[in-house]
């Protein structure tokens, strides 16, 4: 779909400042895409859906999530990680997005998951350091996301391990997978 077309619709789904921190990370998984070697235009199209469910009613993401059996199980787990594996849904079946790259990135872009391909880490990352986000430790992230994107991974899923285990929430297997998977890439130097 035209990059144009395809922003009219996100922004019809979404709060304004939810549709601006949509355009931040396209701009900023764009530019990853061109620094470590993914199609820039995929990158563009995934970040341009990765939110597109997160400003649907709690049932209707379950909903969807179980239409296809919550093969990531997801449902047992806090909401907010419902929205990522909806987001693909809505990308394949209303924006009729059949790249599996991109729909893996929209599916993975909360929890990550172990393997993730070069696109769905720069939509993981991209997602947690554009230049709106201004958490502490924010900066920190940003900086090594432009060294490396193992790195980058690296840094964000520890993050948000932290932050969820300082506040005592559950923490989805797939989270930590994609920790420890960040940690092997590396020992590969890859
Ligand atoms: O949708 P965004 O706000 O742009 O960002 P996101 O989709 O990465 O994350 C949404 C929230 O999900 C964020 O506050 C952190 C939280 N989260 C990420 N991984 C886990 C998680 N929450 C729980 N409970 N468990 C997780 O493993
Ligand atoms: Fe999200
Ligand atoms: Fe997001």
Redesign the pocket.
Known sequence: MDPEKLKAEVKRRLPEG?FR??LR?ADTAVEMAVRFGADPEDARTAALL??VA?AMPKEELRELVLSEGDPAGVLG??H??W??PAGAIIAEREFGISGGAVLDAIRF????RAGMGVLEQII?VA??TEPGRDFPGAEELRQESLQSLSGGLTACSAH??R??AGKR????????ACYNDSLHRKDMNS
């Open positions: 939810r921190h949509v990370v990765h939110d997160k787990f806090h907010e990680l929205h990522a872009h909360t929890t990550g993981y997602d947690m948000t391990i932050y969820l929430a559950q923490i989805h297997p797939e989270t930590l």
